[in-house]
């Protein structure tokens, strides 16, 4: 069963910058494309960005455009998420996902209500000052 560990959350002020990981174990954890989400306090879960098996990449939510990077360490069976320039609406829970519809190696298009599943934990993102 695949499993996702999520990890280097924090707080941080407007401007600044953090790196998230998705850690993943599990039988061939390579093969799925991994989306991150989030979801800021009394609001729904939304997409933010996807990665495909391959590396590339799709982006759902616009209000990350130029600012936040999606990539994949096949070595270490691990997504990240660079984010830069973080605003306080940024602030809210960060949780991965692997897809888990056919095909499994590709983001797909649009974020459905189960396209993704085998959900980390979470990590808690902050920006204030």
């Known amino acids: 069963q695949l499993q996702l560990v999520e990890s280097g959350g924090g707080l941080v002020q407007p401007g600044g910058s953090l790196r998230l990981s998705c850690a993943a174990s599990?039988?061939?954890?390579?093969?799925?494309?991994i989306g991150w989400f989030r979801q800021a306090p009394e609001k729904e879960r939304e997409g933010v960005l996807c990665i495909s098996s391959s590396g590339g990449s799709t982006k759902y939510a616009d209000s990350v455009k130029g600012r936040f990077t999606i990539s994949r360490d096949k070595a270490k069976n691990t997504v990240y998420l660079q984010m830069n320039s973080l605003k306080p609406e940024d602030t809210g829970g960060y949780y991965c996902?692997?897809?888990?519809?056919?095909?499994?190696?590709?983001?797909?298009?649009?974020?459905?209500?189960?396209?993704?599943?085998?959900w980390g934990q979470g990590t808690q993102v902050t920006v204030s000052s």
């Open positions: 996902a692997a897809v888990r519809r056919n095909p499994v190696e590709i983001c797909p298009p649009r974020v459905g209500g189960s396209d993704f599943g085998s």
């Open positions: 599990g039988f061939i954890s390579n093969l799925y494309a």
